[in-house]
């Protein structure tokens, strides 16, 4: 009985690790998603070995459960907050009208876009032929794993959909969005006179927009956002996951690139 009454307790945890563990290695975008689930698979098997700990050590056991819990109640209101904003900002902004279009990169498999660059590239491609005087900068670096760079890659995928050539400008060298932000201000800046009379609009994943706005206005940019609807509800799920702590990041290492830009 006692034994019975231990699985019950722990194969729920093991369920979520096993699952979790699936999701990262054989489910196309859905790492983050995968990672969350070993967490929390880890955070019930922690709860179950305190339970099994508390016949033996009960002050120890239930002041470990209530530290757990403080810490589990902390870490999921932080979450939720953030991805209350996340949310918020995952819309295209009235009158997104601009002079360049700052368009972020994503992974590139071989010299293809992934599914999230080709969802950001049907966005750039629908916003290009609707604001024919907009110029594209295609932004993003060529990772380890990546034949080409990411702007590469965008840059040839909008000319092959009958974007013009010269209404594109490449950044190569960002490797986060920070550097993407960064870079293609000194492109607009060493195209124009006065780039502060220029309108910029940033455009990315819904996900990714609050970020993206963010870190535009600590480069001083004043920019709109453009949001590229994700074709893939899990997908998008598993991303809104990942991109808070991508938040938090941003918040704490980011903000010191601009101001030593």
């Not at 594109?168 to 986060?176: D, K």
């Amino acid at each position: 009985m006692k034994r019975q009454k231990i699985s019950a307790r722990i194969a729920p945890g093991i369920l979520c690790v096993l699952l979790g563990a699936v999701m990262y290695c054989w489910m196309t975008g859905m790492k983050p998603l995968g990672v969350g689930l070993v967490g929390f698979g880890g955070v019930l098997l922690a709860f179950s070995a305190l339970s099994a700990l508390e016949s033996a050590r009960p002050k120890a056991a239930r002041f470990c459960r209530k530290a757990l819990a403080a810490l589990l109640a902390v870490f999921s209101t932080a979450l939720l907050v953030t991805e209350v904003f996340i949310l918020a900002n995952a819309r295209t902004d009235e009158d997104p009208s601009a002079d360049y279009l700052i368009v972020l990169g994503a992974q590139v498999v071989g010299t293809q876009p992934s599914g999230v660059l080709y969802d950001r590239l049907k966005a750039a491609e629908a916003y290009l032929n609707a604001h024919p005087q907009t110029v594209a900068i295609v932004t993003g670096g060529q990772g380890v794993d990546e034949d080409i760079s990411e702007a590469q890659c965008m840059a040839d995928w909008l000319i092959a959909h009958g974007i013009g050539p010269q209404r594109i400008l490449l950044e190569t060298r960002a490797t986060r969005t920070a550097e993407n932000i960064l870079y293609a201000e000194e492109l607009i800046a060493g195209r124009e006179e006065d780039p502060e009379q220029v309108r910029i609009a940033v455009l990315t994943s819904e996900f990714h927009l609050m970020r993206a706005k963010l870190l535009a206005r600590w480069a001083g940019l004043d920019a709109c956002g453009v949001a590229a609807p994700s074709a893939n509800p899990a997908v998008l799920v598993s991303n809104c996951f990942r991109e808070a702590f991508a938040v938090w990041n941003c918040l704490v290492f980011d903000r010191g690139a601009f101001q030593g830009a």
